[in-house]
Structure formats: structure tokens, C-alpha cells
T-cell receptor, first 112, second 116 residues
Framework: SQKIEQNSEALNIQEGKTATLTCNYTNYSPAYLQWYRQDPGRGPVFLLLIRENEKEKRKERLKVTFDTTLKQSLFHITASQPADSATYLCALVRNSGYALNFGKGTSLLVTP | SAVISQKPSRDICQRGTSLTIQCQVDSQVTMMFWYRQQPGQSLTLIATANQGSEATYESGFVIDKFPISRPNLTFSTLTVSNMSPEDSSIYLC?????????????FGSGTRLTVV
């Protein structure tokens, strides 16, 4: 079955440090992978999409890598801020259809 | 860019009753997706709603329990029928945005349902 696994433990880091979140997947052959942010009581918000032929993608303080051999994506937030505290979700399009499957998410807490 | 208006934002319902959740998109979309997010869990796809055809349900979800309507390309409803406390969850609708590369999928703000 298709699986998306993210760090199950919450990640606590100090403001200004780099947060690194991991996403591993099995039984997918994705053309691209997406990352979303979810705040409590809100729907997920799209952050970045990285294609299978892209090793790395950046957007402001965000950086995503995608290794289709390892079946893994890493999501980095540099110079983290308390406002970055949220749950971050890794998502892949299902092999059947167009809907997204999500990992369980990693909760990030950035403390001053 | 697609914006989704979802309502109600929250509701507390008696067991055995039904609740209908509405999602209105500000542009025409082919497919709309309905998800459930149980407390502390990630999103689980309930069904895919296409205009003009029956919704496609995922394993574990049935039409009698979660009937879906898709009367046009900008609107859909999900009904949670004959509710029990196990149905207490956040329900979300979603669409894929045309500029997927830069905008991904858009989600409604969610409906927090509590069944008592």
C-alpha cells in the first residue's frame, strides 16, 4: 500500500536555527511532491512543489530537496521564527486519481 | 486563483442527525475532493466529486453515510448522515489549482464537527 511517513515526534527548535523535516514514501512513483503548512483549526496551505527532476527548490527561507532514489524529501526552514510554528505536511498525488495523500505531519515549535 | 468558502465552520450536533457542509469555489473546477481529519491525525480522503457524475468514494466511506452533491463546477456539498460521536472530526474540501506548480491545491477552512 502507498505510505507517506514523516517524523512522528514534534520538533522543538530555537529561533534562528534551521528546522529540517523528513518525508519518506513507499509505493509511489511521483512526478512531484508537495509540502503544506497547517495551523490549528485551519485547512492546509500550499508551500512548495518540487518535481522529480529537481534536486532542490527554494522559496524565501524554505528549501526542499527530493531524492527519488531514496524516496525521500527534506524540508528546511532557515532562520526559523516563532511564527513558523505549525504542522507541516508532505503530500503526494495518489497513483489512482488526482487527489492528494498526506503524511501525518510534523509539528514544529520555534521558541524565542 | 481559487478561493474556497466552506461552511459551517463548526457545529455541535446530536447523534442520529445529519449535517450538510457546503463548499463554494470562486472559479470553475473539474474535481473537488472531500477529506476528513480526525483529532491528531492527518487528512483522509473521503471521496472525489465530479460535476455530472456520481462521486467516487474511498474504501471505508459509503454514499449512504456521506452523500455528496456536485450540481455545478463551483459548488459541492457533503452530508454526514445518521451521525455518531465517531464522526466528530474536521471535514475539508479541496480543489487543485490550475497553476499547480506555484499554487498546489487549495483547501477550505474546514468544518469542525462535534457529535454529542
Amino acid at each position: 500500500s502507498q505510505k507517506i511517513e514523516q517524523n512522528s515526534e514534534a520538533l522543538n527548535i530555537q529561533e534562528g536555527k534551521t528546522a529540517t523535516l523528513t518525508c519518506n514514501y513507499t509505493n509511489y512513483s511521483p512526478a512531484y511532491l508537495q509540502w503544506y503548512r497547517q495551523d490549528p483549526g485551519r485547512g492546509p496551505v500550499f508551500l512548495l512543489l518540487i518535481r522529480e527532476n529537481e534536486k532542490e527548490k527554494r522559496k524565501e527561507r524554505l528549501k526542499v530537496t527530493f531524492d527519488t532514489t531514496l524516496k525521500q524529501s527534506l524540508f528546511h526552514i532557515t532562520a526559523s521564527q516563532p511564527a513558523d510554528s505549525a504542522t507541516y505536511l508532505c503530500a503526494l498525488v495518489r497513483n489512482s486519481g488526482y487527489a492528494l495523500n498526506f503524511g501525518k505531519g510534523t509539528s514544529l515549535l520555534v521558541t524565542p | 486563483s481559487a478561493v474556497i468558502s466552506q461552511k459551517p465552520s463548526r457545529d455541535i450536533c446530536q447523534r442520529g442527525t445529519s449535517l450538510t457542509i457546503q463548499c463554494q469555489v470562486d472559479s470553475q473546477v473539474t474535481m473537488m475532493f472531500w477529506y476528513r481529519q480526525q483529532p491528531g491525525q492527518s487528512l483522509t480522503l473521503i471521496a472525489t466529486a465530479n460535476q455530472g457524475s456520481e462521486a467516487t468514494y474511498e474504501s471505508g466511506f459509503v454514499i449512504d453515510k456521506f452523500p455528496i452533491s456536485r450540481p455545478n463546477l463551483t459548488f459541492s456539498t457533503l452530508t454526514v448522515s445518521n451521525m455518531s460521536p465517531e464522526d466528530s472530526s474536521i471535514y475539508l474540501c479541496s480543489v487543485e489549482r490550475p497553476a499547480r506548480e506555484t499554487h498546489g491545491y487549495t483547501f477550505g477552512s474546514g468544518t469542525r464537527l462535534t457529535v454529542v
